[in-house]
């Protein structure tokens, strides 16, 4: 087995879509044959939970407790990919920092992914460059995700200095709104819909959507083997 990989996906700012994003990476591990646990951080009921019930735990990362739980057992996993509450990022990052877990990459000891979503502010650009200072010499995905959005990152093309300050960019299509509402219905994960969802027109569109997904996430190596 491989280095214990931990997946963090988040964002300061709420109403991002960081859970569609973390969705989207637990059905990719999975489709590529990586045993994957989940960590929803949402409280006090959890979001991420109500599709991937089968290896998701609600866990409350602001606690001690919830710490320990978390990241005393990483080398128990080969992944774990943890969708970080609104505003608790950069918090999350500065402790793995202060508690040596990201000295631990440069050791070769872990692998650390940070998927930062971004939204339409300038504020977003700033935590950028907040986070890359944190995670220098661990890989920062910068991730646009259009899944719940309209024109919303027009403009943000001038930005690229701050956008340059990640790893890889990631930009994720936007879903049919019809599609999203049948996935969201059905409570489970879009891979699992788009195999035996109740409408065919519906599995065909979620199915192009995560392979488009999935697409992205080969090209930046999401799986690190």
Not at 140 to 162: E, P, S
């Amino acid at each position: 087995m491989g280095l214990p990989h931990l997946v963090i996906v988040g964002a300061d700012k709420g109403g991002v879509g960081k859970t569609v994003v973390a969705r989207t990476v637990l059905d990719y591990f999975k489709s590529v044959g990586v045993d994957a646990r989940a960590v929803d951080t949402q409280q006090p009921a959890g979001n991420l939970i109500r599709f991937h019930k089968d290896v998701t735990e609600v866990i409350d990362l602001s606690s001690s407790d919830g710490q320990i739980k978390v990241f005393d057992s990483l080398p128990k996993h080969p992944v774990t990919v943890i969708d970080i509450q609104a505003g608790l990022l950069t918090p999350t990052l500065t402790l793995l920092s202060e508690i040596g877990l990201l000295a631990m990459v440069q050791d070769g000891k872990m692998n650390v992914t940070t998927m930062q979503v971004i939204g339409s502010t300038v504020q977003s650009l700033s935590e950028i460059e907040v986070a890359a200072k944190i995670l220098t010499g661990s890989r920062h995905f910068i991730v646009k995700n259009h899944t719940n959005d309209a024109a919303f990152f027009a403009g943000l093309n001038v930005a690229t200095d701050a956008m340059k300050a990640g790893t890889a960019l990631i930009d994720i299509p936007k879903l049919d709104e019809r599609a999203t509402e049948y996935v969201e219905a059905a409570a489970t994960s879009f891979s699992e819909y788009a195999k035996t969802g109740d409408s065919f027109v519906m599995r065909g569109k979620v199915g192009h959507w995560l392979k488009s997904v999935f697409a992205q996430y080969e090209a930046t190596k999401l799986n690190i083997v």
